[in-house]
């Protein structure tokens, strides 16, 4: 995982979270939504069957840990999770907390209107909220 680098536009949408052990949890820059991105430490990987049997495990595995952090932190109606990579190739799972009376529902919140970025100091706070739930995982 030495040669691993986050995509320039995951940089810029997203702050860090944390590091599992396969994946960087970043939170997207859209307080509309609580946001979580997953990006494997895996340079290559594009999809997630270019991962190892033991990988593909772990990410499922990671990706209940954060969904079930959502769950703890935020209400919601429905988890959304996918792995689209359409604009950005590098492998990466959204799991986003949904409820039925946030702007985009029903529909998805990829491509839905404009973001609308965290003041500095909530940032920080869903920052440390999350570390925390994460941590105690």
Partial sequence: M???????????????????????????????????VLVPRLPEAREIIDLAPAN????????????????????????????IGNIVEQLHVHIVARQKIDPAWPGVVW?????????TADAQTRVARLQAVLSRQ
Avoid: C, Q
């Fill in 111 to 119: 491509g839905f209107g404009t973001a609308i970025p965290y003041a």
């Fill in 2 to 36: 030495t040669d691993f680098a986050l995509h320039p536009r995951l940089a810029a949408d997203t702050f860090a979270v944390a590091e599992l052990s396969l994946s960087r949890v970043l939170l997207m820059n859209d307080n509309r939504f609580p946001w979580l």
């Fill in 56 to 83: 593909r495990l772990l990410l499922a595995e990671e990706i209940d840990l954060a969904a079930a952090a959502l769950r703890e932190l935020y209400p919601l109606d429905k988890l959304n999770i996918g792995a």
